[in-house]
């Protein structure tokens, strides 16, 4: 299946400035696969080293770090020879090897001819409890997620729709009504689905939901086994209610985040460390309110005031245990959580593109879903999940800060009018 990240992967290969490049993100979302397979594809060959499978392995580190020494071992231990410029050496949970992330520094400054990919499921929790230095500057590092929804409709085999949408989207003209009828009902399928690729996989072959959701419930399991796992002992079981409690309260009409919700009583300073490590692991993302919409929008957020949305469409329903056809057919049973559903999807492909993502509210209640900043703009961006698109928050909004334009998404078809771009739900990953 086609991933984004492998244009970024070629562009890294032929850079002059190249680094060892770290692919961080949560577990399942395909990291060692893309690695593999684009080493297979641009390599004359891919040295391997897994530091889950084979704990061993970290003893090689614990005495000498340098290239000159690493190098005759781990052709030894792959048995194949690493040559420079022409082996991909793929380093596989890093982060249960310190002293290998630390070597990564001196592969930088003493042996760049030497490809390294590195791969970590819970890489940013690691270095946060690092006893060794993380090497600063020393390499490159990219954020892989889950599948987007244009790679979920490619790997559907809907190439001509995809670029359907992007050219609509571009001209801001009106998909026909037909074509959008199954992108909205392609888009159904990925909200049950979601993007980790096995379960997309699973889906474009089968079309068996049921099996589908036994993937989801494995990968859910694995995060609690994570949590278990790679935790502080006093963490555990505060982690584990907060991940529970985030699905409960994309349910609520106020999608803020509140520790009180959690448990009676419930405080920041009781949680906190819990969330941060859900953050850290890219289970989670954070998105806060912002207090002005000025420039650059981190330096006005509110620390007290943000939402919490999971990482994955498909886990989210899994997680809340939704059958599949309440989603698929939009059941009325399910519209109280439509509006959070429908929030942490679009969240979930600005994150992807990269943005920044925030939120506004006004001193009376008026509430924009995300605030970002593209082409140098600050774009408000409005997310409903029918096409009942009434948005009196919006357009407070945009007599108050007069912004070069606003995106609505909703069901609605593409259309542009009194500087508001209308974008079909199945097209944010156009943004």
């Known amino acids: 299946m086609y991933r984004k990240i492998t244009e970024e992967l070629n562009r890294w290969k032929s850079d002059p400035y190249r680094k060892p490049l770290i692919i961080q993100?949560?577990?399942?979302?395909?990291?060692?696969?893309?690695?593999?397979?684009?080493g297979r594809n641009n390599y004359e060959n891919v040295a391997y080293f897994n530091f889950e499978t084979s704990p061993s392995l970290s003893e090689i580190f614990s005495e000498n770090i340098s290239p000159q020494y690493l190098i005759p071992l781990l052709s030894h231990i792959c048995g194949k020879s690493i040559v420079k410029e022409k082996t991909l050496i793929i380093f596989d949970e890093i982060q249960l090897c310190e002293r290998a992330l630390t070597?990564?520094?001196?592969?930088c400054e003493e042996a760049p001819e030497y490809h390294i990919i590195v791969a970590g499921s819970l890489l940013g929790v690691a270095v946060n409890r690092s006893e060794f230095s993380f090497p600063v500057g020393k390499v490159d590092i990219k954020t892989m997620y889950p599948m987007d929804m244009e790679e979920f409709l490619l790997a559907m085999g809907e190439n001509e729709l995809t670029d359907r949408i992007k050219k609509c989207f571009a001209e801001n003209i009106p998909m026909p009504s037909v074509l959008h009828e199954s992108a909205m009902q392609l888009y159904r399928q990925y909200l049950v689905t979601?993007?980790?690729?096995?379960?997309?996989?699973?889906?474009?072959?089968?079309?068996?939901?049921i099996l589908v959701r036994h993937t989801q419930s494995n990968i859910l399991q694995s995060y609690l086994n994570d949590?278990?796992?790679?935790?502080?002992?006093?963490e555990i079981k505060k982690t584990r209610l907060a991940y529970d409690n985030i699905t409960v309260q994309l349910s609520k009409k106020n999608t803020r985040f509140q520790y009180k919700l959690i448990k009676k009583g419930g405080r920041a300073s009781e949680f906190e460390n819990a969330i941060e490590w859900l953050c850290l692991s890219g289970i989670v993302s954070q998105v806060y309110k912002v207090e002005q919409i000025k420039k650059p929008l981190e330096n006005y957020r509110d620390i007290d005031s943000f939402k919490i949305y999971i990482s994955d469409m498909g886990l989210l329903g899994a997680k809340k245990e939704i059958n599949p056809d309440d989603i698929l057919f939009m059941s009325e049973e399910i519209n109280?959580?439509?509006?959070?559903?429908?929030?942490?999807?679009?969240?979930?492909?600005?994150?992807?593109?990269?943005?920044?993502?925030y939120y506004w509210e006004s001193d009376r209640?008026?509430?924009?879903?995300?605030?970002?900043?593209?082409?140098?703009?600050?774009?408000?961006?409005?997310?409903?999940?029918?096409d009942n698109t009434k948005a009196k928050s919006l357009k407070l909004y945009m007599q108050k800060f007069s912004p070069e334009y606003a995106v609505k998404i909703s069901a609605k078809n593409f259309a542009f009018e009194n500087r508001i771009k209308t974008v079909p739900l199945y097209a944010v990953f156009c943004l």
Do not use: W
């Open 227 to 234: 949590m278990s796992k790679y935790n502080n002992l006093n």
């Open 25 to 38: 993100g949560a577990r399942q979302v395909g990291k060692t696969y893309t690695a593999l397979e684009f």
């Open 365 to 386: 209640g008026a509430e924009i879903d995300f605030i970002i900043q593209r082409e140098n703009h600050l774009i408000p961006v409005e997310v409903k999940s029918a």
């Open 336 to 357: 109280d959580f439509k509006g959070g559903m429908t929030e942490n999807y679009v969240n979930i492909q600005l994150k992807i593109n990269g943005y920044s993502t």
């Open 103 to 107: 070597s990564l520094k001196y592969f």
């Open 194 to 209: 979601g993007g980790m690729p096995e379960c997309v996989l699973q889906y474009s072959q089968t079309r068996d939901m």
